[in-house]
Structures are given as structure tokens and as C-alpha cells.
């Protein structure tokens, strides 16, 4: 058995002119949940079909379990659960007949197959609906169904790309905690493809933010946050009033300038910002003591004071940001 | 230097297990891919059986041919052929192609609706498993891509022999019950001949609409091209034919080699249709005392003594119009086939 369950090696596809997948090195381990991040359009399900052997990559190779998908397609696709963002079911047969379907297109022998189904079905929540036509199904219950089809393989690896489309937030929670459950549990490897920051953050190991077909940042969601903000890790926000009120009658606010007039003696102080009522302050290590003591003795009032961690959302944007000037 | 040996070890270890092993894993591979193949075959096979798209066709074409049938039967009796059969060779044959005018002969039937059927079983074959989105999911299956095209052109085929066997033994029986006379052995031959050319025949339509249907993503593009085609090459086609042949016939006072010339070439440019090949193939596989599908000269049939030819020579006869209509349907399937292994599959 190799080592790694995914290996992806300068891997390239063009479409004319346009590079979907730009010389992309990707490695993930036994059962590791890994997130691939980005926005729609940035060749994420590209790098699936690649993995898959659906389509062919222009230059480099995939390996899957070691396996070559473009010449052994067969045996990749033997332990390699896919999910797409919509499963496609046929619509007059029910659940189970789907399901039992997709078994004997994997050649699983019948007695087993029967005594796994009601298990299976059981964990992905679908008991009670199994008789019943996939027409009638909502988009929920057809991805669990998608689950189900991928589970009855016994894959070593599961690669989901968008499964969370269009199902609504108790239902995205619930199946995320079965993808982590079986990530945990059975050791299975799972790639999951999202532009969902949150739900990526909530279950994976390591995350990759994937832009224009290139790998910007992989890692743990901590290491990333180090790697990107290198110069101003930390931001402090601080809701702060004057003591009077204006003519109006509302709180009188300071402004920007003078607010770096306040602060001018704090040290690592990069760059203020003014949003809704609250400054940001980016600072290149923990200033808020500083920043509160500053901001008290000049007699302004303070609200509010916060140190920001950086989860996802900061570390999205700010790559974003950079895949934009990159322009 | 520790290693060296430990590798060789285990090298060794590996070898001795692996033939037997891997001609199992071979065999098992084998297995299981046919397995899968055969649960495409059934699936394909019973979606068929159960659409209303089917059913309608059958009855269609299950009517029409008793309708054929009972005017063959009252024209043969109309005719005061005497019951014993002697003075008619081949009555029995007559049951496929004899009509009094008022409706066409079995024959006319199945050259008419046959490709029509084959069309209806293969216009969606690819494009509605892409457009449910289940291509992708059939796909990322162990199953090799070629297996779903195989596989659908064999459950419509099984289908289509199904189907025309019933039909062609029941006209058969139904002949044997009203005439009282059994076929002989060579008319039993021609008949099953000429099924299994109608098989051949609706499978180039069924190949070619499934041919439409992995070039258009739309059912109904892939739909009405097909039927397009069908009208085109059973109207169109052999009215543009006798345009062209009106404007260069060389008249009956032409050299025999300038109007044997303008034949050839009248038929060279007809043969290019399938139903044209499929009607010389059945006339003569139906109708014994044919004895040429070009034309004949004088001197060619001059002395000739007018008799059937045995089924062998009627076979050789019509072997390059069956040599052409197989060349046909494999070419469908190959551009098919290639533009389909090639091709990318997205979700939806």
C-alpha cells in the first residue's frame, strides 16, 4: 500500500487557451480529511475528474493509492467514492433499487450487499424513506443517498466535491459530521471540495486554497494564518466614543487621523481602519494593552476591545485579494 | 548494504506467489467488469420493456404487420392459388411480400418502422444519463467507459432480435394455422435470414441515434436529427435521385454501354441508402427466382431458364449490398465510440 492516498505531481489541463489546473503538487495522507478551498471556477472539480480518470491531464500525473487513474481507471475507481455537487438518480427507481444498482455496477456480491444496505442506510439517515421513488426525494435526501452509493463500496478513499450545495444548514451539519465520524472512525481519506470557508473549517485537518488552477497556501488552518499574515498577524478592534455628545445628540465620533494621533506613542501599529463605529488596528504583535491605555488617557471612552483571531474568512479574502492583484 | 539482501528476500517472497495470484486477480478483474456490464444490460433492457415509448411502437408495428398479413392471406386465396401448393413454389414466402394495394406488404412494414424503432431506442441513450446527471455517477464506478455504450446498444439489440422473432414465427404460425401448409425447410431459412436482416437493418438506425446521442446534449436534437435523416433518405434522397437521372438519361436509342453506363451510376447513387440496401438484400432473400440485383443485358438472360436460386446463391447475390449495410452500422458505432471515450464528463 503507498503511502500517501492522493499524490498530484505538475499537474496541468488546459482548455484552449485557458489553464484550468496550473502545474498543481498536492500530496494528502492516510486518512486525512483534506479541504480544497476556493472559489467557483478555480478548476477544483477539474482536479477531481483528473483524480478519477474522467478527464485527461494535459502534463504531470496523478496517483490515487499509488494508481495511475489514466491507464488503470478501473482499479482507482474500485476504492475511490465520488460524490459530485448533484448526484444524479434514476428518478422512477427508489432509493434502495438505486442503491442496489450502483452495487452491482460495482460488483459487490449480492448477500453481502443486502447485509450491509440497512446499515448503511441507517447511519446516512434514509430509513425511512428507502421504498420511496428518488423523484420524490429532497436535495438533502439525494445527497445522502449520493453517500450511501459512495459508502457501499467500502472506499479507502472519498472525494466530495460540493456536497453541501443547496442543503440547508441543519442538514449541512449533520452531514458533515458523518464525513468527520467517517474520516475518524474507518481511517477513510477524504477530499472535500467547498467555497464554503466554514464548513471546511469545521471538519478538515488541512485545507488548501485553490485559485486560477494554482495551490496559493496548504496546511493547518493555524500554520496558514502564520504563513499569511507574516507582517501584521494580530488585529485589535476597539469601539471607542468621545465623552460628549454632538448637537445632535449623537455619540461624537473620532476620526481616523485623530485616532493616530492617540495612538502615536504605541509601537507595531501598521495601519488603522474605520468601519461601523469600530477601528481596526493591525499590529505586528499583541498591542492592546497598549492601544487601551492610549486610548483611556486621552479621556476617549472604550466600548469595546478585541483581539481577532484569523480563521478562514481573513485568510480567504486576503488571498483573493492577492489572486486579483496578481491581475 | 544490510538491504541489498532483505530486498532480494522479499522480492523472492513476492514472486513465488504472484502468477497464480495475479492470474486470479486477472480472472476476478474479468469477472467483476462483467458483472457490472451485465447489470447495465438488464437495467437498459427492463427501463426499455416499461417505457411507454416502447410499448406504443410495438403495438404499432404488431398491427400494421397483421394488417399486412391478412391482405397477403385473402389476396394468395383470391388469387385461387390451389391448396396444395404445387403450381406456387414459395408460397409461403408470399406471406412477407404479397399485398393487393390496399395495404403494404409485411416487408414495406418493416423497412418502413424499423428505423424508426431503432431511432426511438437509441435517441437518449447518452444524452439523458448526462443531463440526469447519473453519467458521472455510472462513471466514477468501476466499470470501463465503453461498457455504457456497449452495453446499451446490447440491451436495445436483444431487444429489437427479441421482438422480430416473435414476430416473424407468429406471422409463420399464423400462415401454417390459415393455409394448412407447412413451410419447407429452405423457406424456414429464408425467413430466419431475413430476420436477422431486419435486426441488422434497425440496429445501423439504433447505432446512428446513438451516435446522435452522444454528439447532441439534447434528446430532442438527437430526436429529430434522426428522424430527419430517416425522412430525408426514405423521401428526399430518392427523389433527388430520379432528378438527376432524368437529366442525364441517355434515351433508348443510347449505345447498350452508354444505358448500361447511366444504370450502374443511377444505382451506385442509390446504394449509398441503407433502406435500399436492406430492400435488395430481403427481395432477394424473399423472392428465390431473382437472380440479379444490377442489370441485365440480352445476352445475359438470353437461354436462362426461369427458376429459384438456392438460398446460398441468393445470399451471394446480395453479399456486397450485406457487406455495405454492416460496414454501415460499424462506422456509426466507431464515431460514436471514439467521440464518447474522449470526451470529458462533468457532473451536470
Redesign the interface.
Known sequence: MAENSIELVELTKKYGTLTAVDHLNLTIGRGEIFGLLGPNGAGK?TTI?MM?G???PDSGTVRVNGIDPVSR???V??K???L????????DLTGLENLL??A????LPENEVKAGTDQLIERVGLSGSMNKKVRTYSRGMRQRL?LA?VLI?NPSVIIL?EPTLGIDPTGVREFLNLIAALGKEEGITVLFSSHHLHQVQQVCDRVGIFVKGKLLAEGDIRSLSKKLFKGTPYIIEAGVDTEGVNSKGQPQMLSVGAMKEIVKEVEGIENITLEKNVFSFECTHDASREIARAVLESGAELRLLNRREFGLDEIYYRYFEGGNQNE | MNEQPLQNKENRKEGRHSPALRWLEGVKNKNTVKNSFNAIVDKELSDHVRSWRFVILVSIIVLTCFGSIYTALSTISSEGINASGTGEPFLFLKLYTLSDGTLPSFIVFISFLGPLLGISLGFDAINSEQNRGTLSHILAQPIHRDSILNAKFVAALKLISIMFFVLGFLVMGFGMLTTGIPPTAEEFWRIVFFILLSILYVAFWLNLSILFSVLFRQPATSALVGIGFWLFTTIFYPMIVDVISNALDPGRYASPAQILAFQKFRLGLLHVLPSQLFNEVTSSLLVPSIRSLGPLTMQQTQGAIPGPLPLGQSILISWPQLTGLIAATVLCFVIGYVSFMRREVRAR
Open positions: 472539480s475528474l478519477l474522467l478527464t485527461e481507471p478501473i482499479e475507481k474500485r475511490v467514492g465520488y459530485p455537487e448533484d448526484v444524479g438518480f434514476y428518478n444498482y450502483t452491482r455496477l460495482n460488483s449520493g452509493g463500496k466535491d
